[in-house]
């Protein structure tokens, strides 16, 4: 890990203007679990880290106009503890329970959840995000892929966009708020995540001079069911092998609509649209939920080792559906 | 390799024999283009690219921002800069690159080698140390950063002669083993038992998933957390 | 004369008693300081620079870039130009500096160069590995195995395997050196304290630093986890004792963790095609392997099968297939969890297709255990009712129908764990303090409360009247701490020095109690008549008789106070979700003997450590090795995984003890208990799910592999 400058400011707008334009100038400094791994292990370098968590305005959870809106300096524990966050949008605190480990709680932001890098074994080994060997073919797919992508695989990214964030945003039409030079925007979570497509893309629209300053979830939002499962092989602290985070809009036990979006399958979040189209109209039940987990899960391309993935997806999403109207404990033991 | 095999294996450390071994073939490797991969690789044919990269040490600071926001919003290092840190109740200054670790800091600089590095990844808890309180990973805990805050480590609990209840309940159940593990899984307990005085068997493995032991002393960490629970009843805090 | 003998259980203060571990206050509360922690005046830090390539030539090595780093102040070349490595992470330069990220970085700022050589490093059968990177090592028939399996009733075949897996200590190999003239001092991570001296002397030799062991002084107060790999110098030793040279400083050089896994150990993988066969009341008439394991780049020695029961008719291959991986080191119970599980896995399937239950087979077949057939019979009666085993076996399959299934296995052992070669020397001063010293160390099993236990037990005192000192070659050599052997060797050559000593004792004071030794005792704090506490004097007063001299005694390890030769019994029940293949730990049981127990405290801790280890390796936990680019993929605490507190389920552990056992004297235990887990546990899932999982860990993907639920190579069902 190289030597590197620090700085701590207490504007969005002060951040900014430490931020350079390019990835290797500078460097947002959340809860830092993440971005000093990768410093340590030489896989990303920075000159400069910038941290964010002494300005004030990030770190507020509020009600704007009936939107829930959390800034990006909130630790996932100030948010697993928000009681109006438990009970309007509960996949969230449920995504985080799957994080076992109090110390990631404390340590680590919302800013942080999201953006976190991917933990592509060859990517955090030296090999690039893309893993490519020197004739440009995909180490992933000539190598051990077992946890790797098994939608959105067919361009040189394989690996797995690894916040368990990210899929509950899609469900909840989530957006993401940054900030650069030019002043705030906002992007929808599911335009948020992006596919690289070559050497040099990154894996989130955003620019190196841009922060992000929180994520909200609009009031039409409010009021659906949530549903969140992960497929996590250890009780501990952990890696989700899949995920499925679900909300539902219900007319009685109908489902007026969904939205169904899987994680850890693809280089992003992956929607599962036509599956969520099939559930409208219907009462979720083992049948149902089964059936759109089926739905979800066709069109996949796994890789030389992780078909069985496809299946654990299958299964995330018929759990989530499940756990969105209380069903989920009765199905896992029936 | 016999059934009662009771030596240990000597390490070794001789060589195979590869006199059979194919001719070398491109093994079409690619260019290990971060320091950690080629430490001290300058790839045949690719040794012009790495050795740039290598040269490339010195940290060029980025132009500073003109605006007077900027100036003031104080950039330091990349060399050594005065660090505050208020430890166990006392506040001590060291002079400390930004990188340096909290973890780092206490082993390296401050002689607190209570707190262990392991994974140096925020995965195994050997690190723990509270933060106003709560329980954090410490390796990867800029010492900067911890700044203006109340850190308490391993010796800041308790001591062999004047043991907190935690650390008196891991030896009671025997929680422990190589203990290279313990001080931080002490620390992570004395946090959860602070958050949560009533707890259960279910409840306690459900929070400690943040911590990993090889020996494997989870039993006694189990009956130790509960034990301490029922000791700090009476007490008042665990720390 | 006191009597040597182990005294007889109703004459035991302190063995066999559940006692806390002396240095738990020190470890609980942080204060312990393991070789990590040793912090010396004006210390510089050590890093290396590694090989990237599973191997390569070095064609080029160039150190001024680094010498020129800030703050570095001494390098040294480990591997010179011209020589081959052989694994990813093989060590080439070290570097000192004046802190550790300089150092880091001065390591970084080497450059090699490299022509890279063809590899081997997955874990790859013989015949895809290719006759260059295999070895034969055993071919051996016992009996007549054709005509065996022929005349036989029913013959099960199936493959069953385990990976190749890492000690990951959670202390990384390592030490802090420091030359003081011509006298070094060494702070190793090590399990062989008394072994050190030897290994500079000839590693120092090698790079032309002549030393004499005498010169070499090693101290190993407290090292954070081992499990077989850390018995040697190695080259970071050798290496930091030669920047320490080279600086005039003491230097510390960890092993970082990426460091740790890639090179500082591996257990060699084991995959076996097994046949085995019996007569239709479950006789076990014929056995057939055909085993295969990656060993790193060396091959020696072959595994024992079948395991523990020794079938008449046995046709037996074993190949070795060579890596790249880096060496393999001694983990815990060398080969016989690899064994247990090929063997163990084969004889449960065999009961499965006799519509046995288990326990039944076994115990049918249980002479073929030879002289530790009855021990095997009580365990399997105490561990059947401590899992209720009865009530909770169901043939093959045939559990509940729901997503969930449960299902028991279970699985035996065996191990020698004779003691060590070992000597002590026990001092009995005139104001009736006592300490014994030993050069031995505590991986963290409980060897100083042993020794202390042990001390005390023969003076008649409290363990508060010891001191035990360990850990520093200063004190009588003892043998290294691997196989199970420790705690016979201190146990036993403690027991001949205190007792030694103790008659020193007696013979100064029999006098003023009008009689001779060999009628006195120590007892209760007290040299009294034997038997009779009414003529007694306190020990203070007995040992002040002793003048201004101390006694001291010493003894060496004695084969009439211990033995060799342990069974034991493991069963696993197991929750498998069978649309996702996870497998959670329900309950484990292990029932042990090891002879006489000293202190059950620890001796329970031994046992449940190595079962949760188990636990570790049979779900959890594998070293990935990627063929195309040669590298360890996960050299993390991230995906090399290891079971948290959240993943054991609840562990039962009965060591047997008393008539039958006690008289056996002290057997080691650290290694029996952790051979079980894997087989029991992979037993249990096949109970459950109805089909066997061939391969741990019981991940997943392999488990919805096994249940029909992906296609082989991807291919979906």
Known sequence: MDAFEYASPSTVKEAIALLGSDWEDASVFGGGTDLISLLKDDVEETKRLVNIKRIGALHAIQNDHGSLRIGAAVTIEQLMSASDVRRDFPSIPDAAEGIRSPQLHNMSTVGGWICQRPRCWYYRNGFGLLALDASGKSLVEQGDNRYHAIFGNSGPAKFISPSSLGPVLLALDGRIHIEGPNGPRDIAAREFFVTPQKQGDRELALAPNEIVTGVSIPAASRGMRNGWYEVRPKEGLDWPLTSAAVALKMNGATVESARIAMGHVAPTPWPADDAAKWLEGKTINEDTAAKAGDAAVQGATPLSRNAYKVQLARVAVKRALLAAVGQLATAASA | ?239 | MADYHWPPADHRALIGKRIKRIDGPQKSSGQAKYSYDINRPGMLWGKMATCPYAHAKITKIDTSAAEAMPGVKGVVTIVPEGQEVFWAGQEIVAVAADTEERAEAGADAVKIEYQQLPYLVADTDPQQAGAQYTKQLENKVAGNPDQAFQQADVVSEGDYGVPVITHCCHETHGQVTEWDGDDLHVWPSTQAVSDMAGEYVEGLGQMGIKIAANNVHVDTQYMGGGFGSKFAADTWGIACAQLSKKTGRPVKMMLERDQELMVAGCRPSMHAHVKVAAKRDGTLVAWDSDTWGTQGPQAEGSPTLPYVLEVPNVRAKYTAVLTNIGPARAWRAPNHPQMALISNGAMEDLAAKLNMDPVDFYLKNIDLAGSHAKIYRDEFAKASELMDWKSKWHPRGQGSSGVLKRGVGLSIHTWGGRGNMSNCQVVIHPDGSVETNIGSQDLGTGTRTVINIVTAETLGLPLSGVKVNLGDNKYPPAGASGGSTTVSGVSTSTRMAATSALNELLAKVAPSFGTTPDKLEAWDGKIQVIGDSSKSIPWKQACAKLGTASVTGTGRTNNALMSSGVGGVQMSEVEVDTETGIVRMIKHVAVQDCGLVIDVKTAESQVFGACIMGVCYAIYEEKIMDQPTGRCLNANMEFYKLASIADIGEIVVHMMQGPGYDERGTIGLGEPPVISPGAAISNAVANAIGVRVPELPLTPDRVLTALGKVGKEGGMV
């Open chain 2, 1 to 239: 390799m016999s059934s009662h095999d009771d030596k240990p294996r000597p390490n070794g450390e001789e060589k195979p024999n590869r006199s059979h071994a194919k001719d070398a073939q491109d093994k079409n490797l690619p260019d290990l283009s971060r320091r950690r991969f080629i430490k001290g690789a300058g790839i045949a044919g690719m040794a012009a690219s790495a050795g740039a990269l290598l040269a490339d040490r010195v940290v060029e600071a980025l132009p500073r921002p003109q605006t007077g926001a900027a100036g003031a919003a104080g950039v330091l290092g990349p060399g050594e800069v005065p660090v505050t840190l208020r430890i166990n109740g006392k506040t001590q200054t060291l002079n400390l690159e930004p990188r340096v670790m909290l973890l780092d800091a206490l082993r390296n600089h401050l002689d607190l080698t209570g707190a262990k590095k392991v994974c140096d990844r925020a995965t195994c808890g050997a690190c723990t140390v509270h933060i106003d309180g709560r329980a954090v990973y410490s390796c990867t805990t800029l010492a900067i950063d911890a700044q203006g805050r109340e850190i308490t480590t391993i010796e800041g609990i308790g001591s062999a002669e004047h043991l907190s209840p935690m650390s008196q309940a891991f030896w009671n159940n025997d929680a422990q083993q190589c203990g290279f593990c313990t001080p931080g899984f002490v620390m992570a307990c004395t946090a959860y038992l602070n958050h949560e005085p009533h707890p259960t068997r279910e409840g306690l493995e459900k929070s400690l998933g943040g911590n990993i032991c090889r020996c494997g002393t989870y039993m006694g960490i189990k009956d130790a957390v509960l034990e301490a629970a029922n000791a700090t009843k009476s007490k008042g805090a665990v720390a």
